[in-house]
């Protein structure tokens, strides 16, 4: 499983970012893929998740109503829409997938197994 990220960059607070997580295996039935972050000196967590069959979502608290997760099964990959972006939002932004992970535990960073390279988000006030 491979997986690489991109569409970080430098946005003003209030502004949009598309995050984008193409995948090389980690899809299909069976899969979750997930959007992470982590700041120097705190440990990485949840933002949002996805089962890839039947498409179930997992947001965290600080995500929800902002933050909109989907995929495109063609492209096998994942996006992660960020909308009304703060600075507490700064961050570098990792992917991950994960096989066989059940509904009550898609917010659970640890089963996922396999991760991208991060990208970094920066959101200026």
């Known amino acids: 499983v491979q997986l690489q990220a991109c569409g970080g960059g430098l946005v003003q607070a209030g502004g949009s970012l598309r995050l984008s997580c193409a995948a090389s295996?980690?899809?299909?039935?069976?899969?979750?893929i997930g959007w992470f972050r982590q700041v120097p000196g705190k440990e990485r967590e949840t933002v949002a998740t996805?089962?890839?069959?039947?498409?179930?979502?997992y947001y965290a608290d600080s995500a929800k109503g902002r933050f909109t997760i989907s995929r495109d099964s063609a492209k096998k990959t994942v996006y992660l829409q960020m909308d009304s972006l703060k600075p507490e939002d700064t961050a570098v932004y990792y992917c991950?997938?994960?096989?066989?992970?059940?509904?009550?535990?898609?917010?659970?960073?640890?089963?996922?197994?396999?991760w991208g390279q991060g990208t970094q988000v920066t959101v200026s006030s």
């Open positions: 991950a997938a994960g096989y066989g992970i059940i509904l009550s535990n898609m917010g659970n960073r640890s089963v996922y197994k396999y």
């Open positions: 295996g980690g899809t299909g039935s069976g899969w979750h």
């Open positions: 996805i089962r890839w069959s039947g498409g179930a979502t």
